[in-house]
């Protein structure tokens, strides 16, 4: 927003979008349908769910049989917004998240309006364990440190009945981290991590201290030997500035060569 750098003027120009980090878990079958954080780009994210069922329920106001929120930073809970009494109107929905991040919704506007009204139907998660959300799904939050301004953050781990899934959006450092990445990364199938910045001379006129996140190289260098071993490692949350947007920069070449990758719009991961 407000910078038109060559990147950013080279976003404008793409057919294909790119939006904020979000997943959708779909069980086509059952007509489930969740989703994991709710960006500001939510109301063209949802019109990626391309299941017949679930454009169905999107009518009839009840979307989602749940949702989950990693933290309050704005990219991952502003398009809750959008889901109210002044856009869809969406009937009470299960909202998975910290007992921090769920006492930030109920007391700060506007989203107590939606707690009181019951759309949000909070479900306050004890990270670490293990929960079942239904026949096929389980989930389990993972706290990582990352700028605690208005309530701690999360990574998901989601189990489904052939395959296991890291997303892990934002984190402060791997170092600062309780739990050891490269296992954390060896006991999933794919893991979807913090990818927000490839170098820290992106981000002109401010100090990328304030902001940190691990860098893409330094991250491909300590879970080299995960993906040499066959770890699917997916970057994600990748800020406007990053190189790697682009399919044709050095950067994300790079990361291909390495046996990493970068996710995309309508990526899809059987679980």
Known sequence: MGCYAERCERARGRA????????????????????????????RQIDLIEEPGFRARAGERRPFDGIFLTHAHIGHYAGLAVLGREGLGMAPTPTYCTAAMADFLRTNGPW???VREGRLDLRPTEPGRWHRVDD???????????RPEYSDTVGWMFRG??????YLP??????RWELDVEDVV??????????????????????????????????MDRLQGRVDRGARVVFTHLNNTNPALF?????????????????????????
């Open 112 to 114: 107590d309006l939606m």
């Open 186 to 219: 060896a006991s999933v199938d794919v893991a979807l991590v913090d990818a927000s910045f490839y170098s820290a001379e992106e981000v002109p006129g401010r100090d990328i201290r304030d902001i940190p996140h691990p860098l893409v190289p330094s991250s």
């Open 170 to 175: 934002d984190i402060d450092s791997w170092e």
């Open 247 to 271: 399919e044709d920069s050095a950067e994300a070449a790079e990361i291909r060569r390495r046996g990493f990758e970068v996710a995309t719009e309508g990526m899809r991961i059987p679980l």
């Open 16 to 43: 294909s979008p790119r939006y904020a980090a979000s997943l959708a878990l779909v069980e086509p079958e059952a007509q489930r349908y969740y989703l994991v954080d709710v960006t500001p780009d939510i109301t």
């Open 136 to 146: 096929r799904l389980e989930a389990r939050a993972l706290l990582v440190p990352h």
């Open 161 to 166: 009945p052939t395959a296991t899934v890291l």
